[in-house]
């Protein structure tokens, strides 16, 4: 979500000149036929390399995504015959689980497996590889079963990779114990150079527009070390959010489209969203929905949404009350409802894009208070059912919050920040990984004191939380970069800011004290990509 004002600055910015992409020089279009004999074809079998790394996702109690992209040395093969093998250790002393995966131009060369029969709770190691040729070794961890005492993950959104350096992925690379990177997209940005952010530039250098273009966007972001090795070490549970497709994105449009220059909308989405699934380790579904629930045990039912461009109506600047305006869309929101009312995990999470809670003097016509009668009936449905025990996980402004959930924050009557009373649950908001936040320093004692339901916030740092949950609470706890470093090529490293938690049954915001300890003895980290 931004502003035309955001734009408008961006424009306006200063460009700077030599600044370069580190280690992003690759474009991974195929080029015109070279010739080249195919990899099954015969010899030479081996020339291909494993440029973007190796990803992993949508882990479930006995299966999970593995992902690799191959890139044919000579610009183009015919078909490439990508082994794959699963290890408990990291050296592959002995190979658990292998196949193999075919993979060709038509999915730009990426390969995605989703291997079955695996162990609930379990680390795994994997690879690839194509002849004598093998990829970096990866780690992931299926979900666990059962009773469950502790989950932890790592909660991110919204990497603008033009605005400098990814070292909030570095940081949760060298975090050992989490279960799991909860990516609440933004993932990339669509636009061209320097109109967004002029620390690092692009390929292509254009805003993408068709399939070719998003894929050479998702290639540029593998190619940065930082993001693979975030993807090396960890499953991710994705979802888009509206720069995957251009800004502002809605079911039948988005802001930043241009059907003149652009063509037709139809065309632009379904190029985003193939190579949101060629590049992505999710787990794919037939009509390309994204909506999907997880479980971990008894512990945590985590339910993903798209509130962006499976049934969002257009945004408004003055959001009206039209009942028909979605923003799920009946079968999603109607699949929400079910499954919150249903589940009999201890904690109901929600992870999703634009924010549920009203932070004045702004509105913001692109979250939840958009669309006011749809996010009406959804609290409403919360507040009938007496479901406790939900927390929502926001991504998109850029910003770090933690708020409690009410229909009506504003009114004494309807909610009470000192009791909690009219509190249905808990919002955390998610900073950028690099994209800047839309509010001064300045503004946030304003903010918090004519927001009764904002219990904290930080207005621009960057970052990420980690969510630990226990059957007592769900804690989270900011980790923040400190301001100027995502400018700075040299390491950086996030630093405790603050955490808050809510507690079981509670349906409410408390301080959450200090972060929870990490795990101990977590599983081995997976050897790091020679430099
Ligand atoms: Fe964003």
């Known amino acids: ?139 992931t961890r299926t979900a666990p079963s059962g009773s469950v005492d502790r989950l932890r993950f790592a909660v991110v959104s919204c990497s603008s990779f033009a605005h400098g350096y990814f070292h909030a992925y570095r940081d949760l690379a060298e975090r050992a114990d989490l279960d799991a990177v909860v990516h609440l997209g933004d993932y990339i940005y669509e636009f061209q150079n320097y109109l967004y952010g002029n620390v690092r530039t692009y390929d292509p250098p254009t805003a ?145 894009q634009v924010q549920i809670g009203p932070i004045r003097p702004d509105l913001n016509a692109d979250g939840w208070e958009g669309y006011p009668v749809a996010r009406t009936r959804f609290l409403q449905a919360l507040a009938t059912m007496r479901s406790s025990n939900v927390a929502v996980l926001t991504g998109d402004i850029h910003s770090s919050w933690a708020m409690d959930i009410a229909i009506d924050p504003f009114t004494p009557s309807a909610y009470n920040p000192t009791t909690g009373a009219g509190s249905l649950g808990v919002e955390f908001i998610t900073p950028a990984i690099t994209s800047p936040g839309d509010h001064p320093d300045a503004v946030l004692a304003t903010l918090l004191s004519q927001n009764p339901h904002l219990r904290w916030g930080d207005p621009g740092l960057r970052g990420f939380y980690i969510l630990d949950c226990t059957p007592e609470r769900l804690q989270a706890s900011w980790y923040l970069l400190p301001a100027g470093s995502i400018e700075q090529r040299e390491r950086q490293r996030t630093a405790f800011a603050s955490a808050w938690s809510t507690l079981h049954e509670a349906n409410r915001l408390s301080p959450g004290g200090e972060p929870a300890a990490p795990r101990a003895n977590p599983p081995a980290l997976a050897p790091a990509e020679p430099a």
Not at 62 to 70: A, E, G, K, N, S
Not at 210 to 230: G, I, M, P, Q, V
Not at 239 to 254: L, M, Q, S, V, Y
Not at 314 to 328: F, K, T, Y
């Open 208 to 352: 993408v527009v068709t399939l070719s273009d998003y894929r050479r966007r998702y290639a540029h972001y593998r190619r940065d070390a930082d993001l693979r090795a975030a993807h090396q070490q960890h499953p991710f549970i994705a979802i888009w959010d509206d720069h995957e497709f251009a800004n502002n994105a809605w079911r039948d449009g988005a802001d930043n489209h241009f059907p003149k220059t652009e063509g037709m909308w139809s065309v632009r989405k379904a190029a985003a969203m193939q190579a949101y699934f060629e590049w992505m380790p999710i787990r794919e579904q037939p009509d390309g929905r994204i909506w999907r629930r997880f479980a971990f045990g008894n512990l945590v039912d985590l339910m993903m949404l798209d509130t962006r461009v499976w049934g969002r109506s257009m945004q408004e600047v003055e959001p009206s009350n039209n009942p028909s305006r979605a923003l799920l869309g009946a079968d999603q929101e109607q699949w929400l409802l079910s499954n919150v009312s249903s589940t009999t995990a201890r904690w109901k999470v929600i992870g999703q």
């Open 1 to 139: 979500m931004l502003t035309r004002r955001d734009l408008l600055a961006g424009v306006g910015a200063s460009v700077a000149l030599g600044a370069v992409s580190a280690g992003c020089d690759d474009t991974s279009t195929p080029m015109a036929d070279s010739g080249a004999p195919p990899v099954d074809g015969g010899p030479p079998i081996d020339m291909v390399d494993f440029l973007h790394g190796v990803a992993s996702g949508d882990p479930l109690p006995d299966r999970v995504i593995l992902w690799t992209r191959v890139t044919p040395r000579m610009g183009v093969m015919g078909t490439a015959t990508v082994r794959w093998e699963t290890s408990s250790t990291p050296d592959f002393a002995t190979v658990t689980g292998s196949g193999t995966f075919v993979t060709t131009a038509a999915r730009d060369y990426t390969v995605k497996v989703d291997v079955a029969g695996l162990t609930a709770g379990t680390t795994y190691y994997y690879r690839f590889s194509v002849g004598s040729t093998r990829s970096p070794v990866g780690r």
